[in-house]
T-cell receptor
Framework: DTEVTQTPKHLVMGMTNKKSLKCEQH?????MYWYKQKAKKPPELMFV???????INESVPSRFSPECPNSSLLNLHLHALQPEDSALYLC?????????????FGPGTRLTVL | AQTVTQSQPEMSVQEAETVTLSCTYD???????LFWYKQPPSRQMILVIR??????QNATENRFSVNFQKAAKSFSLKISDSQLGDAAMYFC????????????FGGGTRLMVKP
């Protein structure tokens, strides 16, 4: 299984809602990532988990809260988002944090904040 | 800090022809990895090809090959015998060997393939 899955595919939420994005992989990878991607732009790194511990937080606002319950799962909890947070949220995983390890990307969750 | 530049926001190619996408980067590191990722419309981003900086030989994967010029900090992607399915956004990316997990992406090139 060389797949990273993400749910939901699409999400529409109001600025007062609380929602969560979910990412799952069963490749035995120990590094997992959240990226934000605006239209026609490259992905921007948000968070990196390495061996279930948060290793990189790219100065992301606290309204985004990541969680790594186990080595296969990665969540992104959303609360009090702004319309400018509307974007494609990509999850990725790699074998570990080594330089040449390929990152496998999920299909993304397209988030719209009203 | 590392930067990656893709100077062609859009490119088009006739089916069966060859196209080259440009990428330049700036780094002070001596050992690193370079990648080309493909993101088709509404589909998953996938790795097309990777190059290790210490390897002088250019990487090749079927119809995809790179021209890696380390001194010039250039890493172009050549697609031969272009197919309709090659239409996508292509991102060049850099990752330092010893600087952890971070991929630095270029701005992307949208490739259109004309039948």
């Amino acid at each position: 299984d060389t797949e990273v899955t993400q749910t939901p595919k699409h999400l529409v939420m109001g600025m007062t809602n609380k929602k969560s994005l979910k990412c799952e992989q069963h490749m035995g990878h120990r590094a997992m990532y959240w990226y934000k991607q605006k239209a026609k732009k490259p992905p921007e790194l948000m968070f990196v988990y390495s061996y279930e511990k948060l290793s990189i937080n790219e100065s992301v606002p606290s309204r985004f809260s990541p969680e790594c319950p186990n080595s296969s799962l990665l969540n992104l909890h959303l609360h009090a988002l702004q319309p400018e947070d509307s974007a494609l949220y990509l999850c990725a995983s790699s074998q570990d944090s080594g330089g040449d390890n390929e990152q496998f990307f999920g299909p993304g969750t397209r988030l719209t904040v009203l | 800090a590392q930067t990656v530049t893709q100077s062609q926001p859009e490119m088009s190619v006739q089916e069966a022809e060859t196209v080259t996408l440009s990428c330049t980067y700036d780094t002070s590191e001596s050992d690193y990895y370079l990648f080309w990722y493909k993101q088709p419309p509404s589909r998953q981003m996938i790795l097309v090809i990777r190059q290790e900086a210490y390897k002088q030989q250019n990487a090749t994967e079927n119809r995809f090959s790179v021209n890696f010029q380390k001194a010039a900090k250039s890493f172009s992607l050549k697609i031969s015998d272009s197919q309709l399915g090659d239409a996508a956004m292509y991102f060049c990316a850099y990752r330092g060997r010893f600087t952890g997990n971070m991929l630095t992406f270029g701005g992307g090139t949208r490739l259109m393939v004309k039948p």
